[in-house]
């Protein structure tokens, strides 16, 4: 007695079994590139996609192509020529500087005491100088000179 052990092909899709199936990377822009030619996928897809996912690219008998990742058909346009790459708007492009006023401190003169200290081998050196503002310009005068020179042959910071 001869039984049918055939399945039955209900539940099957025979257009995306019998297909030519090749493997491709998404893009960052959401691009796919199958023979020369550059596919965007949509924005509203049946499933979450990300960049570097790998989705199939089945070409049919009929010569028609769809795109699938997880048993889920994706939806697609063609592009008719390769997409451009955004241009990067560097940071410092976007930066603005600031010029400060004409009566900005910074523009002004120091009127007053400054102390410096210089360090040279094993002497410290503070210098204090004192700044008048003249008719004929800013008259810098040194008040004070102190060397201290130390013993053990470094000096503590």
Request: proline letters at 6%.
């Amino acid at each position: 007695m001869a039984t049918d052990l055939h399945r039955t092909i209900n539940g099957f899709n025979l257009d995306l079994i019998l297909c030519v199936k090749e493997e491709r990377l998404l893009g960052y822009d959401f691009t796919v590139r199958y023979h020369n030619a550059w596919f965007q996928l949509l924005p509203k897809q049946p499933t979450i996609l990300h960049p570097k996912d790998r989705i199939v690219v089945n070409e049919h008998l009929d010569g028609t192509i769809t795109f699938t990742i997880r048993q889920c058909v994706l939806n697609f346009q063609m592009l008719s020529e390769k997409p451009q790459k955004a241009i990067p708007v560097r940071p410092s492009a976007l930066r603005t500087y600031s010029i400060p006023s004409f009566d900005h401190p910074w523009r002004k003169p120091f009127l007053g005491d400054i102390s410096i200290f210089f360090l040279t081998g094993h002497v410290r050196i503070y210098v204090e100088f004192t700044s008048t503002k003249t008719s004929s310009g800013l008259r810098i005068e040194t008040i004070r000179k102190t060397s201290v020179r130390h013993s053990m042959g470094r000096v503590p910071v």
